[in-house]
DNA sequence: GGGAATTATACGT
DNA sequence: TTCCAACGTATAATTCCC
């Protein structure tokens, strides 16, 4: 990889210095770190690694998209931009209506939590450099260790050679959420609706509390850290501003054991933005910058109102929307309603591997544990996607929505295992399962595909009691910025004790959406979400048949073919207890026939292709493989091939999206 | 043309 | 010696069906 003109110079000399590592990010205690040395190391430690490889080939993707954005730069014309700006100043008054200076946010974020949390149960730790996390990855690192450049989401091996002396603790959970509940106890007194960013942050709307004590947002903030320090004994760093964005922005300017407060004040607000490095802002990472910087030669948040018409004209709406509101300073100020969870999901990593009775039996793994955890929240769900990071770090998902609502590992385990079963041959070194789309959940129309003139941030609404609920992780960057008026539709309404009947009526039902099933009638077919009929189930099913034959037959001819076929209807010997496959451990009830079959002449067609060529199935790619990258899409990608105009959205998460869909 | 489904990607803790 | 997590949310592109 060369890294254009970032660093143009001594690329060869210095390679780590093109190496852009997210270890070498400024963060809170990462100051007169030795940054080079850090790259270095890294580098030389990730050097010709399948996932340094991996790194680079998302990284010249990457700069394929500023590329190809920058070409989309040059070709617009003055009067396109003009037009663009006419938008924009169109929506700077839009946005500045919106304006709330009236609210005292706080953000509190736990200093380095994990690793404090165990210093706090073994004291000899205390000021000896120490990472809570394993070899293969670290989940936090106290400040000793952050002078050696360790840092959390940095694997433990490399960490290992920053700081041969770094100790290892193992990640305990149990621990985290009870220092993080006594926390909480401090945050509710404060605010009793505060919002959950997850264990170790939170923001609280301290308006009232600052007006009923007479108190100014830095002292109430003041009073809470000392507070949440002699309930648990653990430091935490505070940021006060007038919304969740630039609470948040703040709250890392003094970290440690610090706090910093913005004035509100229109003026003081946006002399602070108009500096502030976009990175700084929650929701903007590493790609994002990166387009804003060398796409557009937008570094500040300033630049992006300065720049408004460029990016009015080459990102989405939603995304120009956020880009523009960050620039103008603007974020969430109310709170918003409790959101329900989207989806649950589980995945394990472990070392790679083709073997594929090794892999049905992590996926059996997981579809119970996935299962299990769907049991314990009462979730049903019914669209199940497979996710695989093969041997060499590429990230794949496949999805099937079923026809009814499940929860049952069967159920789980058995879309999993057809989804699977397509991949193959396949080496990989971590496999997900995911359910989503939630009984009595509505799906969202996309609300930021309405017209410009739509657009108007949703005044506070009126606060919601959230009693405890807000304890549910809403993901942090959502907090910062979005006046969310979305609809919480519960799913976690839904009692198991109800869901169970479901369950097991499901269990007996045909949910496989490869199978044809005349008799749907007990159904009403406006009451059964999107089934897959006719035709359209006889292709796919075709397709998989395809699929499979071919990922076990590659290197051999068609008379494997046959040889499926040919395979006798009737139960073979392969069911161990009735129902586990004794050749590779995958679970099927008796009652899934046609499952069973298929999974049989699965295990007979790979015997009789090893009797016939050894072993070769794993090492001859399938079709999919073969065809690289693009491949995979193909299908769908068929009609325009040099369609690629993909860079001109790029997914920024979202702040306004569900707040702006009434006006 | 709209909505659903599928897949990929970004981001945060 | 070891060789980069787990989980959740969101956006967007594309394709297909109605």
Known sequence: MDNGESSSTNNSSRPWESYNTVFTNAKAGMEGVDKEKVQRIVYEMSKGSKYFQNEERKEALMKQKIEHMRDRCAKLSSSDLSNYQKVVDKRILELEATRDLSRIWLHVDMDAFYAAVETLSDPSLKGKPMAVGGLSMISTANYEARKFGVRAAMPGFIARKLCPNLIFVPVDFTKYTYYSDLTRKVFRSYDPHFIAGSLDEAYLDITEVCQERGLSGGEIAEELRSSVYSETGLTCSAGVAANRLLAKVCSDINKPNGQFLLQNDRSTVMTFVSSLPVRKIGGI????????????????????????????????????????????????????????????????????????????SKLAEIAEMLSHDMKKEGLTARTLTLKLKTASFEIRSRAVSMQRYTCSSDDILKHATKLLKAELPVSVRLIGLRMSQFVGEIRNSDPSQGTITKFIIQKDSSRQDLDDNNSFDLEASKNCLSNDVSLSFGSHETSYAHLKDVVEYEEQSQIDSEKVIPNQECVKKEERPQVLEGDALLKKHKECKLDTNHSMNDSSNAQNTEAVSVYPQTEPLYWVDGYKCVLCGIELPPSFVEERQEHSDFHLAQRLQNEESGSSSSTTPSKRRILGKEKVNSKRKKQKPDQKDSSKHIPIHSFFTKSNQNS
């Open 285 to 360: 990472g590493k790609v994002t910058e990166h387009i804003l910087k060398d796409a557009l030669g937008i570094k500040t948040c300033e630049e992006m109102v300065q720049k408004g018409s460029l990016l009015y004209a080459l990102f989405s709406q939603s995304s120009a929307d956020f880009f523009l509101s960050v620039g103008l300073g603007l974020g969430g100020t109310n709170t918003p309603q409790v959101r329900s969870r989207k989806s649950i999901s589980s995945e394990r990593t472990f070392a790679a591997t083709g073997d594929e009775r090794l892999l049905y």
